[in-house]
T-cell receptor, first 115, second 112 residues
Framework: DAGVIQSPRHEVTEMGQEVTLRCKPI?????LFWYRQTMMRGLELLIY????????DSGMPEDRFSAKMPNASFSTLKIQPSEPRDSAVYFC?????????????FGPGTRLTVT | DAKTTQPTSMDCAEGRAANLPCNHS???????VYWYRQIHSQGPQYIIH???NNETNEMASLIITEDRKSSTLILPHATLRDTAVYYC?????????????FGSGTQLTVLP
C-alpha cells in the first residue's frame, strides 16, 4: 500500500498566483481530510469529505480556499489568489469506517511558501 | 470535544520506558482517547486508542485511569526514532464530526 499520496511536496509561488494541492487517499477509504499546520496555529482541520461529499468546511479560512473531491481516489485544495499568510504545510489524511476506528492516515504534506 | 492537557516537553533515555501523561478531566462517557505522534517534517501517525480498558499494540500501551480523567501512553523501550510530538485527543465514537482536534502535544526527546 502506497499510503496517502500528496503532490507537490514543495511549492513556492508568488502572492496572487493560484495554487493547487493534490491528494490521493488510500484505496478503499471513504473519508478524506485536509489540514494546515503552522507554527503559530498548530494543526488545523480545513475541510473533510465523506463518500466524496464535503461534510464540514467550517475550517476553510475564507473564500480564497476551495476543495473538491470529484471521485474516491482524488481530491484537490485550491487557493486563489494566494497570500503570504497561506504559507504552511498542508496535510491530507484519509480514513475508513463509521465506528470508533478513527485511524486517520496522513500523507507526507505539501510545504507551501507564498512570497 | 473534551480538552486535553499535556506537558510541553519531556526527555527520556534511549532504551528506557517513556511515559507520556494526558489529563482529560471533562471527558464524556462515550469519548475515546486517541494518541497520535508527529515526527519532524512528517505527517501525524496513529499510535493507539482506547475507551476505558488498557490497550496494547506493537507500538505502545495506553493506560486509562478508572475515572477516565487521565491517561498515560507508554513506549516500553524508547529509541531515538521515537523523538516526536505526541498528541492526546479525545473524540466521540461516531457522528457527523469525524475530525481530530490536535492540541499542542508533548515534544518527546529520546536521548542517547
Amino acid at each position: 500500500d502506497a499510503g496517502v499520496i500528496q503532490s507537490p511536496r514543495h511549492e513556492v509561488t508568488e502572492m496572487g498566483q493560484e495554487v493547487t494541492l493534490r491528494c490521493k487517499p488510500i484505496s478503499g477509504h471513504n473519508s478524506l481530510f485536509w489540514y494546515r499546520q503552522t507554527m503559530m496555529r498548530g494543526l488545523e482541520l480545513l475541510i473533510y469529505f465523506n463518500n466524496n461529499v464535503p461534510i464540514d468546511d467550517s475550517g476553510m479560512p475564507e473564500d480564497r480556499f476551495s476543495a473538491k473531491m470529484p471521485n474516491a481516489s482524488f481530491s484537490t485544495l485550491k487557493i486563489q489568489p494566494s497570500e503570504p499568510r497561506d504559507s504552511a504545510v498542508y496535510f491530507c489524511a484519509s480514513s475508513f469506517g463509521t465506528s470508533h476506528t478513527y485511524e486517520q492516515y496522513f500523507g507526507p504534506g505539501t510545504r507551501l511558501t507564498v512570497t | 470535544d473534551a480538552k486535553t492537557t499535556q506537558p510541553t516537553s519531556m526527555d527520556c533515555a534511549e532504551g528506557r520506558a517513556a511515559n507520556l501523561p494526558c489529563n482529560h478531566s471533562t471527558i464524556s462517557g462515550n469519548e475515546y482517547v486517541y494518541w497520535y505522534r508527529q515526527i519532524h517534517s512528517q505527517g501525524p501517525q496513529y499510535i493507539i486508542h482506547g475507551l476505558k480498558n488498557n490497550e496494547t499494540n506493537e507500538m505502545a500501551s495506553l493506560i486509562i485511569t478508572e475515572d477516565r480523567k487521565s491517561s498515560t501512553l507508554i513506549l516500553p523501550h524508547a529509541t531515538l526514532r521515537d523523538t516526536a510530538v505526541y498528541y492526546c485527543i479525545v473524540r466521540p465514537p461516531s457522528g457527523s464530526a469525524r475530525q481530530l482536534t490536535f492540541g499542542s502535544g508533548t515534544q518527546l526527546t529520546v536521548l542517547p
